[in-house]
């Protein structure tokens, strides 16, 4: 598997899809895509970097334990359903806010917050599962 | 409201306890005994506000959905166990400290024994039912790591479990019962309960909340046939002993039958079933005790033998019949409580607790000696001690000329005949005879050793010569609680002649008689109970033994290890429920017309089919697992054309990461090259993912075939954009409207990774154990 040209390319590759999925991460709210997914994707470019190069260089790129990653998205969505309460609204009530910046108009949300926190649960569990299992292939 | 707060102190000297043990290790336990003696001047000085019946309750909301108050109730009762509790805390923290002097354990046993203190001050204070009921749970519990204090020992293990088991189960009775209580009287609390018209003897539902309740405080008070976790506990530390099981813990069950006596009491059942299961535990108690050598477990069976005694005092239910329960619940705790410290400074100071070692010991502990007489004096009631007076009012409450009187009265009389000669077995034996050859030179200990028990002792002959100003602030407004009206208490010390005094005569004379024929009764109790050679211990032990194999065979039925049954379990309920279902409720679908498919979706087709002939007939397992994955890509472009996109995406992720990590595990797996099934299993296990394909299948189309109720799709459409401001319903539905669902979700994706996690590093250190084995780690 560890072919020359697969390990050029993989960290352009693993790159790529990382962008990708955050892209689809952000999309989800208006078109295909959202945290779920964009996470699946997240974790297969981090299969893929470990199958080519190697699971201690995931490792290092990841700079915390995937687990930990996990563990602050489910940290993250928590607090994105806690916001509410502080408006007097019921837990995981969206809130709305548009933001100017630069001459654009950016809509911020709490469910926008929630889905990035779906995204880091599911690419931190399946990457540490992944990265686990590809680990063992290496001994 | 102070009251309230007060509740909360041991709980604070229970945090200190570990956090303090460090700097000052010497003085821990005086300090913290400042704690115990704060709140027994506190509830000494309320005592005055609370003459005659009078009671007060106050009360703060707790949990206002549930209708459950934080709540105390002051009166005669629950203020003199607090007064107990908080009273003899305070010594029993002080002879602690004595104790175990030195022991790097003294905080952590401290830390327990003060949460135990909150606990039971909680217990007695508490108005609210459910107040009382966590409270009661919480004495259990720490009682459980009392007396399993020295972990390492089996024995002691299994008496805290025993306990816990058996008021733990108790606990649970209580509560259904409290439960019931509240839900037929509406009545949420004690003073509520109080407050109702003829008590709760009225609910239809009066036997089943007193079996109830009874299966609580039986439980907890030792009372026959649940007797025998308490001298079990005596594994505990003397001070635990001294505590819990007899001062106070025990007591509980007790309490809660005096608290409800005004409203429970004076029924058949009560009448009946109390005084018989009391009198019953009273003598059981009584003659067990008579066969012990270990002076703690000779007093072990005492207190069950006078928690049998009070339990029948408050059952038979008359005025004088209460009065000598309040008198003598008094008393015990006095003198019980002295002669368990007593014991425990034996043990300290001259290293055993056997009769048969102890001897002569009035020459090196004088002062030992004359406290454990005082309080056995007390024990054997004779004037002018408090168990003096105890006696008298409770045979005064008991004489009558019906029956059931005299066979209570006989009971009584027996019980206390032998608790008198079994208290001077413990407080007079010991000190006796010549000097004895003990494992150590017995001699006077420090006096955080005696200063307790002395304390003790001399309250019981203060509280008999005292006895006017006894009875007025303690004696009538703990026993008008407990009847629910006033009732006089006038007996004093000073013997008159009358029948009772005359019974009291007779029961020393029977004691003193069984004091000196101890050893022959002894052996012949010994003979007889082995000749029976089975009781409640006994019992237990086989419950427990057979519950584990009962557990344990069910457990291996279910769970036999072998991936292969699991499967076929799981997917004949599979394919069982779906058609049985179907066919059961004739929902049985009709076979869809053919269909009309353009040429590039018979082509997926075909490819999802020639993927799974190749699954099926691959003989590698990287084949298969590959060949899977084509046939879920297929399905994924499947819901592509059908304009389901999110879907398709999914898919499409799900089967590449579930061929990578199936790929990955597989090879790990040390398994067979080939398929080592026979052809008739194949067959089998052939037939049954037939039945699963054709059970979901036919389910699909059943599905698709009722007619669709659109409410819920039109319903997100709708809102999707204008409340939620988005337009992929899919996504809007995932992270708002059905959020919640969401995050359940998320948190068991990563519960069921870390475990995934542990499962993958269990088997490393094998791998590792092997190749350091043989020797090559490449």
Redesign the interface.
């Given at each position: 598997m560890r072919t020359v040209i697969f390990r050029t390319v993989a960290p352009f590759l693993t790159a790529l899809m990382i962008i990708f999925s955050i892209f689809i991460l952000l999309r989800g709210h208006n078109e295909p895509g959202g945290g779920f997914i964009g996470g699946l994707i997240a974790a297969s470019a981090n299969a893929v970097y470990g199958i080519a190069c190697g699971v201690s260089p995931v490792r290092r790129s990841l700079r915390f334990h995937p687990m930990t990653i996990a563990g602050a998205g489910l940290f993250i969505a928590t607090l994105a359903g806690l916001a509410s309460i502080f408006a007097k609204a019921g837990f995981l009530t969206g809130l709305w806010t548009t933001v100017h910046l630069f001459g654009q108009s950016i809509d911020l949300s709490t469910p926008l917050f929630f889905d990035i926190g779906v995204y880091l649960v599911v690419l931190g569990t399946f990457s540490s599962i992944g990265l686990a299992l590809e680990e063992r292939e290496v001994e | 409201m102070i009251a309230l707060a007060a509740l909360a102190v041991p709980f604070l000297a229970a945090i200190l306890a570990p956090l303090l043990g460090r700097f000052l290790s010497r003085w821990l336990a005086i300090v913290l005994a400042l704690f115990p003696l704060l709140l027994f001047l506190f509830w000494l000085r309320l005592l005055p506000h609370f003459f005659g019946d009078r009671s007060e309750a106050i009360a703060v909301p707790w949990i206002p959905s549930f209708g459950a108050e934080f709540s105390v109730l002051l009166d005669g009762l629950s203020l003199t166990f607090a007064i107990l509790v908080s009273g003899i805390g305070t010594l029993i923290v002080l002879f602690a400290g004595a104790y175990l002097k030195g022991d790097a354990r003294l905080p952590r046993f401290l830390c327990y024994l003060f949460l135990f203190m909150g606990a039971m001050q909680g217990l007695v204070l508490a108005d609210d039912l459910i107040m009382l009921f966590v409270f009661w749970e919480l004495t259990s519990i720490s009682s459980f790591l009392l007396i399993g204090f020295e972990r390492e020992r089996m024995s002691s293990r299994r008496a805290a479990i025993q306990a816990l088991v058996v008021t733990g189960m108790g606990g649970l009775s209580l509560l259904a019962g409290f439960l019931l209580i509240r839900y037929a009287s509406g009545a949420s609390s004690m003073s509520e309960i109080m407050a109702l018209e003829n008590g709760l003897r009225d609910l239809p539902v009066y036997l089943a909340c007193f079996i109830l309740v009874l299966g609580g405080a039986f439980t907890k008070s030792a009372q026959f046939p649940f007797h025998f976790w308490l001298p079990n506990a005596m594994e505990a530390p003397t001070p635990v002993s001294a505590y819990l099981h007899s001062a106070t813990m025990v007591k509980a069950g007790v309490y809660l039958l005096m608290r409800l006596q005004p409203a429970m009491g004076d029924t058949v059942v009560w009448e009946t079933v109390l005084p018989v299961f009391g009198a019953v535990t009273l003598l059981t108690g009584t003659i067990l005790g008579l066969r012990q050598t270990d002076l703690k477990l000779v007093l072990a069976y005492t207190t069950v033998a006078s928690l049998g005694l009070l339990v029948m005092l408050t059952g038979f239910g008359t005025e004088g019949a209460i009065a000598g329960a309040v008198l003598y619940l008094i008393a015990h705790s006095l003198f019980k409580g002295g002669l368990f410290m007593v014991a425990g400074g034996i043990d300290h100071e001259a290293g055993s607790r056997d009769l048969r070692q102890l001897s002569g010991l009035r020459h090196g502990m004088p002062l030992t000696f004359a406290i454990a007489l005082l309080c056995a004096l007390s024990m054997g009631g004779l004037p002018p001690f408090v168990g003096f007076l105890a006696k008298e009012e409770m045979y005064y409450g008991l004489l009558g000329d019906d029956p059931w009187s005299i066979v209570l009265l006989a009971a009584a009389i027996v019980g206390n005949g032998l608790m008198l000669a079994l208290g001077f077995i413990v407080g007079l034996r010991p000190f006796l005879g010549k000097e004895m050859k003990a494992p150590k030179h017995a001699h006077e200990g420090p006096p955080d050793l005696w200063v307790g028990p002395a304390i003790l002792a001399l309250c019981g002959i203060g509280a008999g010569l005292f006895y006017h100003v006894f009875h007025e602030t303690i004696s009538i407004p703990m026993a008008s609680a407990v009847a629910g009206e006033v009732v006089p208490v006038e007996i004093g010390p000073i013997p008159h002649l009358s029948t009772a005094f005359y019974l009291t005569v007779l029961t020393i004379a029977l004691g003193v008689g069984i004091y000196l024929l101890q050893d022959r009764l002894r052996a012949g109790v010994d003979r007889a109970l082995v000749a029976f050679g089975w009781g409640p211990d006994r019992g237990f032990d086989q419950v427990i033994a057979g519950l584990t194999t009962a557990a344990h065979r069910i457990t291996y039925f279910f769970q036999s290890g072998r991936l292969d049954l699991y499967m076929t379990t799981v997917f004949c309920a599979l394919a069982f429920t779906i058609l049985f279902s179907l066919s059961f409720f004739s929902e049985v679908p009709a076979l869809p017309e053919w269909p009309d498919l353009a040429i590039h979706e018979w082509t997926i087709l075909l490819i999802i089919v020639v993927g799974m002939g190749t699954v099926i007939m691959a003989h590698n397992r990287l084949t298969a697992i590959v060949s899977l994955g084509i046939q879920g890509f297929g399905v994924a472009v499947l819901f592509m054309l059908e304009g389901a996109?999110?879907l398709s995406?999914?898919q499409f992720?799900?089967e590449?990461?579930s061929v990578?990590?199936l790929a990955?595990?597989m090879?790990?797996i040390p398994l067979a090259k080939t398929d080592h099934r026979s052809d008739p299993e194949k067959l089998i296990d052939g037939g049954i993912a037939g039945l699963c394909g054709i059970g979901i299948g036919a389910l699909l189309l059943a599905v698709t075939q009722t007619p669709f109720d659109s409410r819920l799709s039109e319903f997100y459409e709708q809102y999707s954009r204008t409340?939620?401001?988005?337009?992929?319903i899919?996504?809007?539905i995932?992270?708002?409207f059905r959020?919640?669902d969401?995050?359940g979700e998320?948190?068991v994706?990563?519960i069921?990774?870390?475990a995934?996690?542990g499962l993958?590093?269990i088997r490393?250190p094998r791998?590792e154990d092997i190749a350091t084995e043989t020797g090559d780690r490449s």
């Amino acid at each position: 598997m560890r072919t020359v040209i697969f390990r050029t390319v993989a960290p352009f590759l693993t790159a790529l899809m990382i962008i990708f999925s955050i892209f689809i991460l952000l999309r989800g709210h208006n078109e295909p895509g959202g945290g779920f997914i964009g996470g699946l994707i997240a974790a297969s470019a981090n299969a893929v970097y470990g199958i080519a190069c190697g699971v201690s260089p995931v490792r290092r790129s990841l700079r915390f334990h995937p687990m930990t990653i996990a563990g602050a998205g489910l940290f993250i969505a928590t607090l994105a359903g806690l916001a509410s309460i502080f408006a007097k609204a019921g837990f995981l009530t969206g809130l709305w806010t548009t933001v100017h910046l630069f001459g654009q108009s950016i809509d911020l949300s709490t469910p926008l917050f929630f889905d990035i926190g779906v995204y880091l649960v599911v690419l931190g569990t399946f990457s540490s599962i992944g990265l686990a299992l590809e680990e063992r292939e290496v001994e | 409201m102070i009251a309230l707060a007060a509740l909360a102190v041991p709980f604070l000297a229970a945090i200190l306890a570990p956090l303090l043990g460090r700097f000052l290790s010497r003085w821990l336990a005086i300090v913290l005994a400042l704690f115990p003696l704060l709140l027994f001047l506190f509830w000494l000085r309320l005592l005055p506000h609370f003459f005659g019946d009078r009671s007060e309750a106050i009360a703060v909301p707790w949990i206002p959905s549930f209708g459950a108050e934080f709540s105390v109730l002051l009166d005669g009762l629950s203020l003199t166990f607090a007064i107990l509790v908080s009273g003899i805390g305070t010594l029993i923290v002080l002879f602690a400290g004595a104790y175990l002097k030195g022991d790097a354990r003294l905080p952590r046993f401290l830390c327990y024994l003060f949460l135990f203190m909150g606990a039971m001050q909680g217990l007695v204070l508490a108005d609210d039912l459910i107040m009382l009921f966590v409270f009661w749970e919480l004495t259990s519990i720490s009682s459980f790591l009392l007396i399993g204090f020295e972990r390492e020992r089996m024995s002691s293990r299994r008496a805290a479990i025993q306990a816990l088991v058996v008021t733990g189960m108790g606990g649970l009775s209580l509560l259904a019962g409290f439960l019931l209580i509240r839900y037929a009287s509406g009545a949420s609390s004690m003073s509520e309960i109080m407050a109702l018209e003829n008590g709760l003897r009225d609910l239809p539902v009066y036997l089943a909340c007193f079996i109830l309740v009874l299966g609580g405080a039986f439980t907890k008070s030792a009372q026959f046939p649940f007797h025998f976790w308490l001298p079990n506990a005596m594994e505990a530390p003397t001070p635990v002993s001294a505590y819990l099981h007899s001062a106070t813990m025990v007591k509980a069950g007790v309490y809660l039958l005096m608290r409800l006596q005004p409203a429970m009491g004076d029924t058949v059942v009560w009448e009946t079933v109390l005084p018989v299961f009391g009198a019953v535990t009273l003598l059981t108690g009584t003659i067990l005790g008579l066969r012990q050598t270990d002076l703690k477990l000779v007093l072990a069976y005492t207190t069950v033998a006078s928690l049998g005694l009070l339990v029948m005092l408050t059952g038979f239910g008359t005025e004088g019949a209460i009065a000598g329960a309040v008198l003598y619940l008094i008393a015990h705790s006095l003198f019980k409580g002295g002669l368990f410290m007593v014991a425990g400074g034996i043990d300290h100071e001259a290293g055993s607790r056997d009769l048969r070692q102890l001897s002569g010991l009035r020459h090196g502990m004088p002062l030992t000696f004359a406290i454990a007489l005082l309080c056995a004096l007390s024990m054997g009631g004779l004037p002018p001690f408090v168990g003096f007076l105890a006696k008298e009012e409770m045979y005064y409450g008991l004489l009558g000329d019906d029956p059931w009187s005299i066979v209570l009265l006989a009971a009584a009389i027996v019980g206390n005949g032998l608790m008198l000669a079994l208290g001077f077995i413990v407080g007079l034996r010991p000190f006796l005879g010549k000097e004895m050859k003990a494992p150590k030179h017995a001699h006077e200990g420090p006096p955080d050793l005696w200063v307790g028990p002395a304390i003790l002792a001399l309250c019981g002959i203060g509280a008999g010569l005292f006895y006017h100003v006894f009875h007025e602030t303690i004696s009538i407004p703990m026993a008008s609680a407990v009847a629910g009206e006033v009732v006089p208490v006038e007996i004093g010390p000073i013997p008159h002649l009358s029948t009772a005094f005359y019974l009291t005569v007779l029961t020393i004379a029977l004691g003193v008689g069984i004091y000196l024929l101890q050893d022959r009764l002894r052996a012949g109790v010994d003979r007889a109970l082995v000749a029976f050679g089975w009781g409640p211990d006994r019992g237990f032990d086989q419950v427990i033994a057979g519950l584990t194999t009962a557990a344990h065979r069910i457990t291996y039925f279910f769970q036999s290890g072998r991936l292969d049954l699991y499967m076929t379990t799981v997917f004949c309920a599979l394919a069982f429920t779906i058609l049985f279902s179907l066919s059961f409720f004739s929902e049985v679908p009709a076979l869809p017309e053919w269909p009309d498919l353009a040429i590039h979706e018979w082509t997926i087709l075909l490819i999802i089919v020639v993927g799974m002939g190749t699954v099926i007939m691959a003989h590698n397992r990287l084949t298969a697992i590959v060949s899977l994955g084509i046939q879920g890509f297929g399905v994924a472009v499947l819901f592509m054309l059908e304009g389901a996109p999110d879907l398709s995406f999914t898919q499409f992720m799900v089967e590449t990461l579930s061929v990578v990590i199936l790929a990955l595990v597989m090879t790990r797996i040390p398994l067979a090259k080939t398929d080592h099934r026979s052809d008739p299993e194949k067959l089998i296990d052939g037939g049954i993912a037939g039945l699963c394909g054709i059970g979901i299948g036919a389910l699909l189309l059943a599905v698709t075939q009722t007619p669709f109720d659109s409410r819920l799709s039109e319903f997100y459409e709708q809102y999707s954009r204008t409340i939620a401001h988005g337009r992929n319903i899919v996504n809007v539905i995932i992270v708002d409207f059905r959020g919640l669902d969401t995050l359940g979700e998320i948190a068991v994706v990563m519960i069921a990774g870390l475990a995934v996690l542990g499962l993958i590093r269990i088997r490393r250190p094998r791998i590792e154990d092997i190749a350091t084995e043989t020797g090559d780690r490449s």
